[in-house]
């Protein structure tokens, strides 16, 4: 079955960096573009980054952007999420998933998430 682990999240301070690991497993990781969200408390998860399957192509929200890369290494079905200068608002539990179609049902499967809080 399709599960995610993912990794790496931590309390840093703000202009600080994080890396993000993700390791995915019951699907053919090569084939699928492959997302990290993020939800901090009370709010809704929101789409972080994307990236394609080859991993040439990328997709970032506006308040990340110049600030994290994300990667894969499909020899080892792993996503990774550089996190450059750290800001309070990045503060939120992180989560990755590939990009399923919507009509796949495996869409609703979710890892435990990372936590990562920025303060000073």
């Known amino acids: 079955q399709v599960q995610y682990v993912e990794s790496g999240g931590g309390m840093v301070q703000p202009g600080g960096s994080l890396r993000l690991s993700c390791s995915a497993s019951g699907f053919p990781f090569a084939n699928y573009a492959i997302t990290w969200y993020r939800q901090a408390p009370g709010q809704e998860r929101e789409l972080v980054a994307v990236i394609s399957r080859a991993g040439d192509n990328f997709v970032y929200h506006d308040a990340v952007k110049g600030r994290f890369i994300m990667s894969r290494d499909s020899a080892i079905n792993t996503v990774y999420l550089q996190m450059n200068n750290l800001k309070p608002e990045d503060t939120a539990r992180y989560y990755c998933?590939?990009?399923?179609?919507?009509?796949?049902?495996?869409?609703?499967?979710w890892g435990q998430g990372t936590q990562v809080t920025v303060s000073s």
């Open positions: 998933k590939a990009a399923w179609p919507k009509s796949d049902i495996r869409g609703n499967i």
